[in-house]
Structure formats: structure tokens, C-alpha cells
């Protein structure tokens, strides 16, 4: 299967750690774009890549937040010094070509933060 | 700022049922529209996509139809199955500032029952 992947799918950390999130994307898409889905909610976008340009993040991207994507393939979200509200689940989707292209997501990471 | 307004649910039917899912949105340029599902325990998987005025997009046996006259995009079926219990979100896409983003209604929960 040659689909969007994401390490770890679960992650439990306490207050104040610091975490690493990874995607990999399918390998021909050159547009990759990380969402945070709350519970009951639907997913809210949170930044996006091209190639290895970050071209837009989102107000949501507290300057605790950072995200690479270092040679245009695969890309981390890392979240520092957490706080209980960044409990979600972590969604990357990854796409090419122009817009209105389908984002094809991964499985997610689920993130507690105790 | 562009939105969608879906149902929330959650939805109980029983097998066989027709099932409709409203979603309406508002944006300020002609967005590609879409409904994503979500099963359980699994990532977000592209359903069926609408990009102009007047498309349909169809598959497994759901349909939605693009309506720029009224914004909507509501989601059918005629008849639900078992297998079809799921988490059914509606999406829009737009491009801003160079990037594209896709923007989800809170999503619904549907349960189908034997």
C-alpha cells in the first residue's frame, strides 16, 4: 500500500514534553498539509507544504508548534512544551498537481496530553 | 472567512433506509466541494467530489449534486447498510494566498442498524 502514512498512530505524553510527529506522504505529491481534528469536530487546517517550501500556517500554529518538511518528502510536526488543549488527532493529507485536487489523509496520530 | 454547515447527528437508521445528509456553504469564489468518511478506527477517505456548478459526484451508491443557486451539497443514499455506519463530513476546498485548503463541517455520525 502506497498511501499517506503517519508514525506513531498513538501518543501519551504529560504537560510539558515536548513531541514529534512524522508523515510520509505518497511519494509523487509535491503538496502536503497538516490538520488537527478535536473531538466532535471536523478537521482544522494547521499548515502546508510545497516541495519543501512552508507557504501558509494557520493561526492555530501557536508558536509552540513547528513543522518541516526538509527535502520535499516526508515531514514532522513537532509540538513543544504541551499543553492539555493540544490533546487531537494529528491528520497529514498529501496531494499534486492544481487545486480542487483530492487530499488523500493518513490514519492520524492520536495525541493525549495528560 | 469561507464555512460549511452540515447536520450533526448523530443518526440512527435502519438497514435499507434513505439516508440525507444536508450541507450548505458559503465561500466568496467557486470552491470544489466534497464529502469525506471516516469509519471506525480509521483515517479520512475521499467519498465523492463535486468541482463546478451542476456536477454529481457519485460512488458507492451515495450521490450529491453540486447547487450553486441554494450552496448546498447534500449527500444521499436510498438505501443504508450495515457496513455504511460512519462519521460523514463535508468539505470545501479553496485556494488563498497561493495555497489550497479544505475547510469541514463538524461532521455526522451515522449509525445503521441490521
Known amino acids: 500500500d502506497t498511501g499517506v502514512s503517519q508514525d506513531p498512530r498513538h501518543k501519551i505524553t504529560k504537560r510539558g514534553q515536548n513531541v514529534t510527529f512524522r508523515c510520509d506522504p505518497i511519494s509523487e505529491h509535491n503538496r502536503l498539509y497538516w490538520y488537527r481534528q478535536t473531538l466532535g469536530q471536523g478537521p482544522e487546517f494547521l499548515t502546508y507544504?510545497?516541495?519543501?517550501?512552508?507557504?501558509?500556517k494557520s493561526r492555530l500554529l501557536s508558536d509552540r508548534f513547528s513543522a518541516e518538511r526538509p527535502k520535499g518528502s516526508f515531514s514532522t510536526l513537532e509540538i513543544q512544551r504541551t499543553e492539555q488543549g493540544d490533546s487531537a488527532m494529528y491528520l497529514c493529507a498529501s496531494n499534486g498537481k492544481g487545486p480542487g485536487e483530492t487530499q488523500y489523509f493518513g490514519p492520524g496520530t492520536r495525541l493525549l496530553v495528560l | 472567512g469561507d464555512s460549511v454547515t452540515q447536520m450533526e447527528g448523530p443518526v440512527t437508521l435502519s438497514e435499507e433506509a434513505f439516508l440525507t445528509i444536508n450541507c450548505t456553504y458559503t465561500a466568496t469564489g467557486y470552491p470544489s466541494l466534497f464529502w469525506y468518511v471516516q469509519y471506525p478506527g480509521e483515517g479520512l477517505q475521499l467519498l465523492l467530489k463535486a468541482t463546478k456548478a451542476d456536477d454529481k459526484g457519485s460512488n458507492k451508491g451515495f450521490e450529491a449534486t453540486y447547487r450553486k443557486e441554494t450552496t448546498s451539497f447534500h449527500l444521499e443514499k436510498g438505501s443504508v447498510q450495515v457496513s455504511d455506519s460512519a462519521v460523514y463530513f463535508c468539505?470545501?476546498?479553496?485556494?488563498?494566498?497561493?495555497?489550497?485548503?479544505?475547510?469541514f463541517g463538524k461532521g455526522m455520525k451515522l449509525t445503521v442498524n441490521p
Open positions: 468539505a470545501l476546498s479553496y485556494v488563498q494566498g497561493g495555497s489550497e485548503k479544505l475547510v
Open positions: 507544504f510545497q516541495n519543501e517550501a512552508q507557504l501558509e
